[in-house]
């Protein structure tokens, strides 16, 4: 399934994807949680939506998707945990190295934004750079969870825009302040459960666009923390729990690595797109 979070008529709601068209929950069934995140953790909700699908989704015409104003598929997540330096062509080219255990950082749910929201530059820095990532949506309440067993706690899968204001990533040791302007981390525009993908979402070719010309391009084999070895190394600390997003970091050829420096302008566009993911689109606004 493609789950999409969304406004219609001024209401937040979320439905299923069938081609082209969105079918709203609440036509399936209103007795259906009101949010994604409540639906993630509810896994007898989601029994009953895809008992629903399969008896009513042919009867009921649904929305088109340029109708519909698009939310961050899940609006105000727990937790958002990130990934640094998870690519080797990215370390190499920031001078870092790929250790032993991954470099964490977090994010908060107020630096989240939707497909086709602007992406506004900062009147406190003009350095704005893009980071194509891929971002798994928890499904279960996850604790001390084996790398074997880990891909059993993920949902779903989408794309991320890690966009960074670098800048101020560099004002302190730690990363937090560049990471978490407001409405900089894009998230969408489908939320693809986990058994329509490979296992750990592998094998899959990840991309950056700026204005259209290919900046980033990568597969996410080429992760040196996959999926499963990151929920099993996170789970060892903190408590995984459902709606929880964990974003696994960008492949190299970033903005800030190009010579001269290549940062996000207003009237720009850029996208971010995983094959059987989706493509992920945002304006570039003052």
């Known amino acids: ?30 007795d259906l949680p009101s949010t994604l995140s409540e639906l993630i953790a509810n896994e007898e909700a989601f029994s009953q939506l895809s008992n629903c699908w399969h008896e009513r989704a042919s009867g009921i015409n649904g929305h088109l998707l340029q109708d519909l104003v698009f939310l961050p598929v899940i609006q105000r997540p727990g937790k958002v945990v990130c990934l640094g330096v998870n690519y080797i062509d990215h370390a190499k080219e920031g001078g870092n190295q790929i250790g032993d255990y991954p470099a964490i950082f977090l994010r908060c749910s107020t630096s989240l934004l939707a497909h086709g929201a602007p992406l506004k530059l900062s009147i406190f820095s003009d350095k704005l750079d893009f980071e ?49 302007f407001d409405a900089t981390g894009a998230f969408g525009p489908f939320l693809v459960t986990s058994d329509e993908l490979p296992a750990g979402c592998m094998g899959l070719r990840i991309e950056s666009r700026l ?70 689109s945002n304006p570039i606004t003052k």
Request: hydrophobic residues 40%; contains cysteine.
């Open 1 to 30: 399934m493609r789950l999409i979070s969304y406004i219609l008529d001024g209401i937040a709601t979320w439905g299923i994807l069938d081609h082209t068209r969105v079918i709203s929950a609440r036509d399936l069934a209103p």
């Open 132 to 180: 194509a990532e891929l971002a798994v949506v928890v499904g279960r309440t996850t604790k001390n969870v084996s790398e074997q067993e880990a891909l059993d706690s993920v949902f779903g899968y989408t794309c991320f825009n890690d966009a960074t204001f670098r800048d101020y990533q560099r004002k302190t040791s730690q990363w937090t302040i560049g990471k978490n």
């Open 211 to 280: 204005n259209g010309e290919v900046m980033q391009s990568a597969n996410t084999s080429d992760m040196a923390f996959g999926v499963a070895r990151t929920l099993s190394l996170l789970s060892q600390t903190m408590t995984l729990e459902p709606a929880d997003v964990v974003v696994m970091g960008t492949p190299g050829a970033v903005g800030y690595a190009r010579t001269p420096p290549v940062w996000m302008k207003a009237g720009d566009r850029i996208e971010v797109e995983i094959e059987r993911v989706g493509m992920l």
